[in-house]
């Protein structure tokens, strides 16, 4: 193709501008009017895509569109670049109404069918929607199986904790018996020391019975 897609535009429409072509020919439908008679034209695209090769990039369409195995027509005229056509700067300024025109005159001069272009658009639209389900069933299966994941680590620190907490109980219990065992014996040993410092009270002045709550010694008589 020599020509740019706009210049063909421009011979083309100037072409269909000439009084005497008007003249024998009865005027074209609107642009608005074409597309949709187009769109209910087109055949269904078929059953969903299946990936044929993993997508390493899910932010990159062209690999869904590849993986997708959808491929560009024979004439070139894709959906992406009938969309480059409206943006470009030579009609993106111009009305809706003109701006369809536009394209369909260009597309009609290369010999582009727009049911192409349009079949070409269901195809990636259901591409996408098909990647958009895979994408969420693997987020599904990933969020369960997560989510399972977490009751059983949930249910081990639980286990742990109890077993952690038992722990803490018997070593808090073990404690509590030896206090009681402890002041059991402290209380023996009073007893035991008051004997002693009984017993000896009756020898000395002063106790040496530490703690010991003797009687005090017996006093001496007194001469006659």
């Known amino acids: 193709m020599s020509k740019k897609w706009y210049n063909l535009f421009v011979s083309v429409d100037e072409q269909s501008s000439r009084p005497e072509e008007s003249e ?5 439908p609107s642009a608005a009017q074409a597309v949709a008679d187009i769109a209910r034209s087109v055949a269904p695209v078929g059953p969903p895509p299946s990936f044929a090769t993993p997508v ?4 990159s369409f062209a690999e869904i569109y590849q993986a997708a195995d959808i491929h560009p027509p024979a004439h070139g005229f894709t959906i992406e670049k009938v969309g480059d056509m409206l943006h470009s700067e030579h009609i993106r300024n111009l009305p809706r109404e003109v701006k369809k025109s536009s394209v369909l005159v260009t597309l009609e001069a290369v010999g582009a069918p727009i049911q192409d272009v349009v079949q070409d658009a269901m195809k990636r ?3 996408l929607d098909t990647f958009e389900s895979v994408q969420e069933r693997a987020l599904n299966q990933l969020e369960a199986q997560k989510s399972q994941e977490n009751q059983e680590i949930q249910a081990e620190i639980d286990r742990v904790t ?11 219990d073990t404690v509590a018996k030896e206090k009681e065992r402890f002041f ?3 209380l023996k040993k009073q007893e035991e020391e008051q004997k002693i410092a009984d017993s000896v009270s009756y020898f000395v002045t002063e106790n040496p019975i530490a703690g010991a709550h003797a009687a005090p010694p017996a006093p001496t008589p007194k001469p006659e």
């Open 125 to 127: 639209a259901q591409a």
């Open 162 to 172: 109890a077993e952690q907490k038992a722990r803490i109980q018997a070593n808090s």
């Open 184 to 186: 059991a014996w402290r």
């Open 56 to 59: 390493t990039n899910p932010t």
């Open 24 to 28: 024998a020919t009865p005027p074209p």
